[in-house]
Nanobody
Framework: QVQLVESGGGLVQPGGSLRLSCAVS????????MGWFRQAPGKEREFVAG????????YYGDSVKGRFTTSRDNAKNLATLQMNFLKPEDTAVYYC?????????????????WGQGTQVTVSS
């Protein structure tokens, strides 16, 4: 059974930081591209960040470039999302996802497996 479990969400003040982790079991992420998406109430799921199999190439949504960093540890089967300089508009449920094959890393339909999500709230 494939499981992706996000952790690290919570309440943070504007300008603060959070680090999300995605622990994966049932598959080896070495053979998967990993992505992060978020969804705010009433909005569509939005691409946040993605990283290719080897970790060499990273991709970011325009709204988070320069503030968020994604990484992967294939040995630990773990993906992470470091979020700095958080803004109230970053408030959302954050999901990690794994993709087996090709396709646009920024697109929801590219991904085969999803976590249950973790809430991030940025508020003073």
């Amino acid at each position: 059974q494939v499981q992706l479990v996000e952790s690290g969400g919570g309440l943070v003040q504007p300008g603060g930081s959070l680090r999300l982790s995605c622990a994966v079991s049932g598959i080896t992420i070495r053979s998967h591209r990993m992505g992060w998406f978020r969804q705010a109430p009433g909005k569509e799921r939005e691409f946040v960040a993605g990283v290719e199999w080897s970790g060499t190439y990273e991709y970011y949504g325009d709204s988070v470039k320069g503030r968020f960093t994604t990484s992967r540890d294939n040995a630990k089967n773990l993906a992470t999302l470091q979020m700095n300089f958080l803004k109230p508009e970053d408030t959302a449920v954050y999901y990690c996802a794994a993709a087996v094959g090709g396709g646009d890393i920024r697109t929801v339909s590219t991904y085969n497996y999803w976590g249950q999500g973790t809430q991030v709230t940025v508020s003073s």
